[in-house]
């Protein structure tokens, strides 16, 4: 019986996409078509302070620590750097690097599940540029963060990128992290 319920649901889907191309072939809005615009999301690779492993933050230091994010277009507004205490429970590298990134096996709702796991703390970039970073022709963006805006916390191992691509599609990312002079307060 559940193969029968996810044919359906593959076929629904499939009818549903075929409906919204063919109502925006005629001209005709199609609300199907907007919704599925809207569910678009990315990955890419992160690479957290490059060149480094593993990625120590000083929790107490007011410093900046650049991050490479493996997208040229994104909306800065959009950016949030999102520490996390939760284990990824699929195959991730101990850091990222970006000149040999290893993001490709991890899907949107492998990321998804981690950041449905953090506890609203969250960091915006101070400063972002666009540059080819790892030589292969295409943009990256570059950011720039606070540490001490991070939050960071003894048991952080991973932060998780979310943002929006400049066609409007969630991008999410992940790189590991080593959190030091947390201190000894409760909750760190």
Not at 42 to 71: H, L, Q, S
Not at 117 to 127: F, I, K, L, Q, V
Not at 162 to 182: H, K, Q, Y
């Amino acid at each position: 019986m559940e193969p029968k319920r996810h044919t359906w649901t593959r076929r629904s889907v499939l009818k549903r996409s075929g409906l919204a191309v063919a109502g925006t072939a005629f001209g005709s809005s199609s609300a199907i078509g907007a919704a599925s615009a809207t569910e678009c999301c990315k990955t890419c690779w992160m690479d957290v302070k490059p060149g480094c492993c593993p990625n120590r933050i000083d929790a107490r230091k007011n410093e900046v620590f650049t991050v490479y994010i493996g997208w040229p277009n994104v909306k800065p507004e959009s950016i949030r750097l999102r520490p996390s205490s939760t284990r990824a429970t699929f195959d991730t590298p101990t850091c990222q690097k970006y000149r040999n990134p290893r993001w490709k096996q991890v899907s949107c709702s492998d990321i998804e599940g981690l950041l449905a796991e953090t506890d609203g703390r969250a960091a915006s970039p101070c400063h972002l540029t666009v540059e080819d970073v790892d030589n292969d022709g295409d943009n990256d963006t570059v950011v720039r963060f606070n540490s001490c805006a991070l939050e960071l916390r003894r048991n952080d191992c991973n932060l998780l990128l979310e943002a929006e691509t400049g066609s409007g599609c969630r991008l999410l990312a992940i790189d590991s992290v080593a959190p030091c002079n947390c201190g000894t307060s409760k909750g760190n």
